[in-house]
């Protein structure tokens, strides 16, 4: 891939990646979230001990949902964090040819 493609190709895929990183990052928080909403419903349900209502809210349908949503997030953002490093690897390979290049003329000279 020559350079200027690859450039062209992080220019693209940094928007995504941000998007992707956000993503994980509110579904990260809102799990947490997620947890205290579901340990209070167990509460209201008559589950008094904090261990029990988290077993509760660890259990939830919604819960595991959420994780779900949480696994695809990170896979979505990783993907696009490797693509861009194999943009910018291939930039430095481009860099580089030249340079080894030059320092192999030199050294027959």
């Known amino acids: 891939m020559s350079?200027?493609?690859a450039a062209e190709s992080i220019?693209?895929?940094a928007p995504r990646f941000g998007q992707a990183k956000g993503r994980r990052t509110y579904l990260?928080?809102?799990r947490r979230v997620?947890?205290?909403i579901l340990m209070k419903d167990a509460l209201?349900?008559?589950i008094e001990a904090a261990n029990a209502q988290e077993r509760e809210a660890l259990a939830d349908y919604e819960y595991k949902a959420l994780l779900t949503e949480l696994q695809d997030a990170v896979e979505v953002e990783e993907t696009l964090k490797w693509e861009l490093e194999s943009h910018?690897?291939?930039i430095?390979?481009?860099r580089t040819r030249p340079a080894s290049a030059r320092l192999q003329i030199?050294?027959?000279e």
């Open 88 to 90: 910018r690897l291939d």
């Open 3 to 5: 350079p200027e493609k």
């Open 92 to 94: 430095e390979i481009w």
């Open 34 to 36: 997620q947890k205290a």
């Open 44 to 46: 209201t349900k008559g």
């Open 11 to 13: 220019r693209e895929k």
């Open 28 to 30: 990260e928080e809102y």
């Open 106 to 108: 030199k050294s027959h």
